[in-house]
Antibody, heavy 114, light 106 residues
Framework: QVQLQESGPGLVKPSESLSLTCTVS??????????WSWIRQPPGKRLEWIGCIFYSGSTHYNPSLQSRVTMSVDTSKNQFSLKLTSVTAADTAVYYC??????WGQGKLVTVSS | DIQMTQSPSSLSASVGDRVTITCQATQDINNYLNWYQHKPGKAPKLLIH???DLETGVPSRFSGSGSGTDFTFTISSLQPEDFATYFCQQYDSLPYTFGQGTKLEI
């Protein structure tokens, strides 16, 4: 059974960068069969797909966030990561990592506030 | 981006009821549609993929149908553990997009 767990700061100041890591167990990020995604849900709003990364490092980002998003994968630690720069209050959300569509993490609330 | 309109946004029902949720896409998504169940603090659970294929281990009271732009999700007889939020997701075109969710309440 594949399990994913998000980790990182729960509070980020405006204009700074948000960084989250997803640790994968029960499966390998090096598997060429899958891609690894980040998805978020702001309070009271629908889910928003942020983007995905393949083990090779190839990425697809949501155009609405593309200028601020970077994803990376660390095969030695079986992790993948998200960095979102220049955050504002609008980036406050529960952030999920996933191996779509079957496996998702439980989510990490990140609040952007001074 | 493909927009997904899901309705209703909330639904009150009782154990044993039949409930239906709809999702409409702004363009043909070739049946590339998932339905999920989400409970607070838990990881979303995939119930149906490809619009109508039940995920392994998911009870048969859950079903999905539709094609093109219009899709339906049905629970044939509500059980106490089914009270949750349900949402659809299209994966025909990037960026993948979601419906706004349906909160199913007692």
């Amino acid at each position: 059974q594949v399990q994913l767990q998000e980790s990182g700061p729960g509070l980020v100041k405006p204009s700074e960068s948000l960084s989250l890591t997803c640790t994968v167990s029960g499966g390998s990020v090096s598997s060429g069969r899958y891609f690894w995604s980040w998805i978020r849900q702001p309070p009271g709003k629908r889910l928003e797909w942020i983007g995905c990364i393949f083990y090779s490092g190839s990425t697809h980002y949501n155009p609405s966030l593309q200028s601020r998003v970077t994803m990376s994968v660390d095969t030695s630690k079986n992790q993948f990561s998200l960095k979102l720069t220049s955050v504002t209050a609008a980036d406050t959300a529960v952030y999920y990592c996933a191996r779509e569509p079957e496996y998702w993490g439980q989510g990490k609330l990140v609040t952007v506030s001074s | 981006d493909i927009q997904m309109t899901q309705s209703p946004s909330s639904l009150s029902a009782s154990v044993g009821d039949r409930v239906t949720i709809t999702c409409q896409a702004t363009q043909d998504i070739n049946n590339y549609l998932n339905w999920y169940q989400h409970k607070p603090g838990k990881a979303p659970k995939l119930l149906i993929h490809d619009a109508s294929d039940l995920e392994t281990g998911v009870p048969s009271r859950f079903s999905g149908s539709g094609s093109g732009t219009d899709f339906t999700f049905t629970i044939s007889s509500l059980q106490p553990e089914d009270f949750a939020t349900y949402f659809c997701q299209q994966y025909d075109s990037l960026p993948y997009t979601f419906g706004q969710g349906t909160k199913l309440e007692i």
